[in-house]
């Protein structure tokens, strides 16, 4: 199946720094989304992606899917933006089958 | 416009009994996915449901774990025996029918049951 590889594992950032995660991913897809992992478990849906560049607020993310890696920005970071950071891809079978596959997050600490 | 929702947030099961997940999905959607998240681990994807059907339970356990999306009614996921290693996160999803009937559809997710097994 795909691979999901997502960098870096861990990120530790003074609020107010700005911070770029990598999402690379082994083959073609048809969706890719970044989430947010709450320090209470929610997801957040943050971008959904599967090409160009999106923004909202100071969050903004890059999908380059001939190149297969998305990007996702944080500027001026917030304590309350601790928390994992997922992508997740989305190819569809043809066979009427859809999921969703994960990374393994990263998780971002932003400290006062 | 209500997101998705699941009950209980929190079940706890000893060793043995049923666990019963609900998920209603957003007003408007017809396609439920359930993904689970083990203890220091990303989520896997488990089931995916459209009413009456179960489209693919490729990611789903052979024995004990079962999932249904009736005409009528939230998805249930259903777990018979529990086991400690059953503790984990599950997570609903739900997307819309796209008006070409695909579902490349962005998903939203619910809040999750953490199911903690004694």
């Known amino acids: 199946g795909i691979q999901v590889e997502q960098s870096p594992p861990d990120l530790i950032l003074q609020e107010g720094a700005n911070s770029t995660l990598r999402c690379n991913f082994s083959?073609?897809?048809?969706?890719l989304q970044w989430f947010h992992q709450n320090p209470w478990g929610q997801l957040i849906n943050l971008f959904y992606?599967?090409?160009g560049t999106k923004q909202n607020g100071r969050l903004s993310a890059t999908t380059v899917a001939t190149e297969r890696y998305s990007l996702l920005y944080i500027s001026s970071s917030q304590t309350t933006d601790s928390g994992v950071y997922f992508c997740?891809?989305?190819?569809?079978?043809?066979?009427?089958?859809?999921?969703?596959?994960f990374g393994k997050g990263t998780k971002l600490s932003v400290i006062p | 416009n209500a997101g998705v929702m699941q009950n209980p947030r929190h079940l706890v099961r000893r060793r043995g009994q049923e666990a019963r997940l609900r998920c209603s999905p957003m007003?408007?959607?017809?396609?439920v996915y359930w993904y689970r998240q083990l203890p220091e681990e990303g989520l896997k994807f488990m089931v995916y449901?459209?009413?009456?059907?179960?489209?693919?339970e490729s990611g789903m356990p052979k024995e004990r774990f079962s999932a249904e999306f009736p005409k009528e009614g939230p998805s249930i996921l259903r777990i018979q025996q529990v086991v400690r290693g059953d503790s984990a996160a599950y997570f609903c999803?739900?997307?819309?029918?796209?008006?070409?009937?695909?579902?490349?559809?962005?998903?939203?997710f619910g809040p999750g049951t953490r199911l903690t097994v004694l």
């Open positions: 007003k408007g959607h017809s396609h």
């Open positions: 083959d073609s897809v048809n969706n």
């Open positions: 992606i599967p090409s």
């Open positions: 449901l459209q009413k009456e059907n179960i489209i693919d």
């Open positions: 997740a891809v989305g190819v569809y079978s043809g066979a009427g089958s859809y999921q969703l596959t």
């Open positions: 999803a739900s997307s819309p029918l796209t008006p070409l009937g695909t579902t490349l559809n962005e998903q939203f």
